[in-house]
T-cell receptor, first 113, second 111 residues
Framework: KAGVTQTPRYLIKTRGQQVTLSCSPISGHRSVSWYQQTPGQGLQFLFEYFSETQRNKGNFPGRFSGRQFSNSRSEMNVSTLELGDSALYLC????????????FGSGTRLTVV | TQLLEQSPQFLSIQEGENLTVYCNSSSVFSSLQWYRQEPGEGPVLLVTVVTGGEVKKLKRLTFQFGDARKDSSLHITAAQPGDTGLYLCAGGHNYGQNFVFGPGTRLSVLP
């Protein structure tokens, strides 16, 4: 069973640019959650998509957005990048119901210069 | 906002020692999970506990969910260098709500 695939693994962008990250969940999983991980703040919840609908949203500015496609693949977009957006962005896949845990991807390491 | 606290923040021990790390909250959770994360990788799920007082064992790791479902502990027996990593707890509420993660305990097991 293939795991969660995140692309790209590493990304370097300049302040003011925008970026799109991709996540392919485990086959059959309908929920995709996105987290930002930094040394100072730990894992911070961005948003969750379930069956193409945003089901939950964290406390991040509107520059952070996402979407989910009919095949459950998800993308997140960050516009007008700031230095503070440098982080490891993790995608987590789950069936979307019950107490099943997350299966995380390896993440995308974003560096904003 | 439901917050999870973890202690200790850092722990460095010798191979063969035992250790316990803690996860605490003022909120009641319907389930609690433990993950281990290694550098450059995403967290990997170790266990899910759902019943107050529940104890689960995974080889040398023992997980306990508090009776009131507000706290949990992870005990490692005879730690090995391969146990090194960031241990995260995550609390979940009802169906359809996202999990909240604690800040983690960074464990280093020295050979």
């Amino acid at each position: 069973k293939a795991g969660v695939t995140q692309t790209p693994r590493y990304l370097i962008k300049t302040r003011g640019q925008q970026v799109t990250l991709s996540c392919s969940p485990i086959s059959g999983h309908r929920s995709v959650s996105w987290y930002q991980q930094t040394p100072g703040q730990g894992l911070q919840f961005l948003f969750e998509y379930f069956s193409e609908t945003q089901r939950n949203k964290g406390n991040f500015p509107g520059r952070f957005s996402g979407r989910q496609f009919s095949n459950s693949r998800s993308e997140m977009n960050v516009s007008t990048l700031e230095l503070g957006d440098s982080a490891l962005y993790l995608c987590a896949s789950s069936p979307g119901y019950g107490n099943y845990g997350y299966t995380f991807g390896s993440g995308t390491r974003l560096t904003v210069v | 906002t439901q917050l999870l606290e973890q202690s200790p923040q850092f722990l460095s021990i010798q191979e063969g020692e035992n250790l316990t790390v803690y996860c605490n909250s003022s909120s009641v959770f319907s389930s609690l999970q433990w993950y281990r994360q290694e550098p450059g990788e995403g967290p990997v799920l170790l266990v899910t506990v759902v019943t107050g007082g529940e104890v689960k064992k995974l080889k040398r790791l023992t997980f306990q969910f508090g009776d009131a479902r507000k706290d949990s502990s992870l005990h490692i027996t005879a730690a090995q260098p391969g146990d090194t990593g960031l241990y995260l707890c995550a609390g979940g509420h009802n169906y359809g709500q996202n999990f909240v993660f604690g800040p983690g305990t960074r464990l280093s097991v020295l050979p």
